[in-house]
């Protein structure tokens, strides 16, 4: 399978609430704004058509008898309005009547349910407001498909990710040293585990420093993927100091030519203010060693955190001078949303995502990819 087909595939909660979402908007003729006109005639003009002429459905009364389309794995978010409404036959319509011939008049109450659906995804409300303004404009009195609503939105969305879908900068200064740090369960050790094996298949020389002393299973965990990987481990004694780890690693990794040292740390909430320092301790540390370490300091993010990720880069920047995210368990989440958000709103780069927990899960962020994925856009 193409990787886009895996994509789209695992990001199916996400898609599949957005891509339901825009169908439900264009198939509910109720508003009586959705008015049957010919030809796209109306101005641009951000005055709300006030005057449209009464309802007139666009489809024909549905066979009622057809089951609704059942690719859905989860409730459908239906806010505003009960079911039993014109919109409801309408979207029953939907599934005999092909998607190019309903159209739906972009006008105040469709854009404002559109502003919604993109909350309600996890774009954040300022990007969502940003992103509906910029799909209002020129199409704003004319009539749309979902087909062209779901290539309208990709585009937008595709355009905030372009400027931050960068691949992990790999220098010429070795070792180059990558500190790995998140909240606790982001997918930290995973994410190590697979750079290690993508850098090593690309005849690197990695190295893999388990700075996470507080719990034994952690090193374990981490010496699973450095078989894996083919990578070594390096350790130290369960509840030693991660600075002196990294201070050890990094001399070492000089000593053998490494090319990329990868050092894991302990998970830590932004608001525990002694694991915070502990990751600032280990920051100057290594700055003993080589006074431009970290050479990257990558945030490990969990999707399904939705929104509470923009806090946490907040803080781990302050603390950390993150250099780059990577975006994990986008598999399995409805909320691959607060992606768009993340990068609206800080800019840093985006090195890859997460979308499963095998070696080769975790893929380099292709913006256009993913907001077709995401929309549920065709390839
Ligand atoms: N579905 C899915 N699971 C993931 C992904 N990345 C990591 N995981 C799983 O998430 C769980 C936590 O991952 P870890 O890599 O241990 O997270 P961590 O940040 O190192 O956790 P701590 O060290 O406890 O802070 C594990 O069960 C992983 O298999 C992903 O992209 N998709
Ligand atoms: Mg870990």
Not at 60 to 87: I, M, Q
Not at 313 to 342: H, S
């Amino acid at each position: 399978m193409s990787f886009f087909g895996k994509l789209k595939e695992r990001l199916f909660k996400s898609s599949s609430r957005l891509s339901d979402g825009l169908d439900e908007i264009v198939a509910d003729q109720s508003s009586t704004a959705a008015v049957a006109e010919p030809t796209p005639a109306a101005p641009p003009a951000q005055a709300a058509p006030q005057s449209a002429p009464a309802e007139r459905p666009v489809t024909p009364a549905a066979p009622a008898a057809r089951p609704e389309p059942v690719a859905v794995a989860e409730p459908k978010p239906e806010p505003e309005e009960p079911a039993a409404k014109p919109g409801f036959f309408a979207r029953l319509a939907g599934a005999v009547i092909p998607e190019a011939e309903q159209r739906r008049l972009v006008d105040d109450e469709m854009l404002e349910t559109l502003e919604d659906l993109l909350i309600r995804a996890d774009m954040g409300v300022e990007t969502a407001a940003r992103v509906t303004a910029n799909i209002a404009e020129g199409r704003f009195g004319r009539r749309i498909s979902a087909r062209e609503l779901r290539e309208a939105l990709a585009g937008e969305v595709a355009r905030i990710l372009e400027p931050v879908a960068k691949p992990l900068p790999i220098y010429p200064r070795r070792p180059q040293v990558v500190l790995v740090v998140g909240v606790n369960g982001s997918g930290k050790t995973t994410t190590i585990g697979k750079l290690a094996a993508q850098f090593r298949a690309a005849g690197k020389k990695v190295v893999i420093a388990a700075g996470d002393t507080f719990r034994a299973a952690a090193v374990e965990q981490l010496q699973v993927w450095g078989k894996r990987a083919d990578v070594p481990v390096l350790t130290a004694a369960q509840g030693s100091d991660p600075a002196s780890l990294a201070f050890d690693a990094l001399t070492q990794a000089q000593r053998d030519g490494a090319d990329l040292l990868l050092i894991d740390t302990a998970g830590r909430l932004q608001n525990r203010q002694d694991l915070m320092e502990e990751l600032a301790k280990i920051v100057r540390v290594l700055r003993k060693v080589d006074p431009d370490a970290p050479h990257n300091t990558l945030l490990v993010l969990d999707a399904t955190t939705g929104q509470n990720a923009l806090a946490q880069v907040e803080v781990f920047r302050r603390i950390a001078d993150v250099t780059g995210l990577v975006m994990t368990k986008l598999d399995g989440t409805a909320r691959g949303g607060v992606l768009v958000a993340l990068a609206d709103k800080f800019g840093l780069p985006i090195h890859a995502i997460g979308v499963g927990e095998q070696i080769d899960d975790l893929a380099p962020f292709d913006p256009e990819d993913f907001a077709r994925a995401l929309v549920g856009a065709s390839d």
